[in-house]
């Protein structure tokens, strides 16, 4: 059902603070708060004493404390305090999730820590270069997570879709060039000769003809970078208006997501009201992307066993991305017994030590 091995965005950075707050990722519930010294924690939301969330308690210092019976945890999920008695039980902790904070988001790694690489985060680094401006969203789509990664790497519902910000006819009238390169499929579409769509028409004021371009980069099975843009005819992509957009897609369950988006511009950067237009605009992208996938996942639940996707040559980067999440998942299956056994050996393995 979801790859664990892999980190996932679990909150923007100023969303994080010394008051925890909840998270439920790949149905683990997880409790986020900073230490005195600002480092962000990660911790199983669920106390080891009767399964309060950890979240509704309060931080002490380093640590939190359960709002139910006060257990105390450290930032490490060993229990330091039980009220009334001086004496913790060994069995009193929490699970500890590895964390990377980077470019303004706060990772957490669902998987076996030790497999843990923060140099497996993907590049986001445009969110915080000064020669770029950024407009984000956070949304909650109700739907499972997968619908929202074959969105993203078939644009052409942008036709059809979005008319009024992004969309155009001419998107799906040319056709993709697919590559894999270990677990990233990039999909990308150059439109020769074409308008801008009305969103960018207005605040790059580009007007007449241009090539436009997008490449979607799916890092599976966990992020999304689209290199975006307009740019002269017959011209290099990077002399061009560029844009990022970041979309970190964090499962929460098996028919919900979280969609962590941010669009990263090269262009009219210090311009405050392209900055209000493209958050109003992207917004409207979203609210109707939203509204679609919540309609698709009533559609797939509804379906008759035996039914399946129709898949077109525009689906190349998706039959490719599902592919590779599905071996992902094999090899975390096959695994999952072996890591079981030494988790069960490891106990009796420290009373004779």
Not at 88 to 108: H, S
Request: aromatic share 10%; hydrophobic share 40%; proline share 5%.
């Amino acid at each position: 059902m979801y790859v664990l091995n892999t980190w996932y965005v679990a909150a923007w950075s100023n969303e994080v603070t010394r008051k925890p707050v909840r998270r439920v990722i790949c149905e683990q519930p997880i409790v986020l708060f900073r230490t005195q010294d600002n480092a962000a924690v990660a911790l199983a939301d669920r106390c080891a004493h009767r399964a309060f969330p950890l979240s509704a308690g309060r931080t002490i210092g380093d640590s939190v404390e359960c709002g139910y019976h006060g257990f105390t945890y450290g930032a490490d999920g060993v229990c330091t305090k039980v009220p009334g008695q001086t004496t913790v039980p060994e069995r009193a902790r929490v699970r500890k999730y590895p964390v990377v904070e980077k470019d303004g988001w706060i990772w957490v790694w669902t998987g076996d820590a030790e497999l843990a690489d923060p140099a497996d985060v993907p590049d986001t680094h445009w969110m915080v270069d000064p020669e770029w401006a950024t407009v984000t969203h956070s949304y909650h789509f109700k739907c499972r997570a997968s619908l929202i990664h074959d969105n993203l790497l078939d644009l052409t519902h942008e036709s059809f879709l979005h008319k009024t910000t992004v969309g155009d006819d001419y998107i799906y009238e040319h056709g993709i060039t697919v590559e894999v390169e270990g677990n990233v499929v990039s999909v990308d579409r150059l439109m020769p000769s074409v308008a801008a769509p009305p969103l960018y028409a207005e605040t790059m004021d580009a007007r007449g003809l241009f090539d436009r371009f997008h490449c979607t980069e799916f890092f599976v099975p966990n992020m999304h970078v689209l290199h975006s843009g307009i740019t002269g005819v017959g011209r290099p992509r990077d002399e061009g208006y560029l844009i990022k957009v970041l979309n970190g897609i964090t499962p929460i369950d098996e028919h919900n997501a979280w969609y962590y988006y941010a669009f990263s511009r090269n262009f009219a950067v210090d311009n405050e009201q392209a900055t209000e237009e493209l958050r109003v605009g992207l917004g409207t992208v979203l609210d109707e992307d939203a509204e679609a996938l919540e309609a698709q996942e009533i559609g797939m639940q509804t379906r008759p066993d035996g039914e399946h996707d129709v898949l077109i040559a525009q689906d190349g980067g998706v039959a490719k991305a599902r592919r590779i999440f599905n071996a992902l998942l094999k090899k975390e299956h096959q695994a999952r017994p072996q890591v079981q056994e030494a988790a069960r050996l490891e106990p009796a393995a420290a009373r004779n030590g």
